[in-house]
């Protein structure tokens, strides 16, 4: 299941240890995305493929997401 992907949703890291990185979007393309860090406010230098981004910090088998970000607010 996809979920729909929009400007001003925000996201954070699954990745074990960076839980507290958080990004916002700020733009979507075809197959990638714009963002900042919610904290620092800067600009990530490289856009995210679509697939980076989920809607739940749990995969479909229930185990918790390492790599990734999960959708946190839309």
Known sequence: MT????????????KPGYEDFRIRITSVGAEMVRAVSIDGGWALLNPLPLSQLHDSPL???GKPRRTGYALEQQ
């Open 59 to 61: 995969t479909r088998a």
């Open 3 to 14: 979920h729909r992907i929009e400007p001003g949703q925000t996201y954070r890291c699954c």
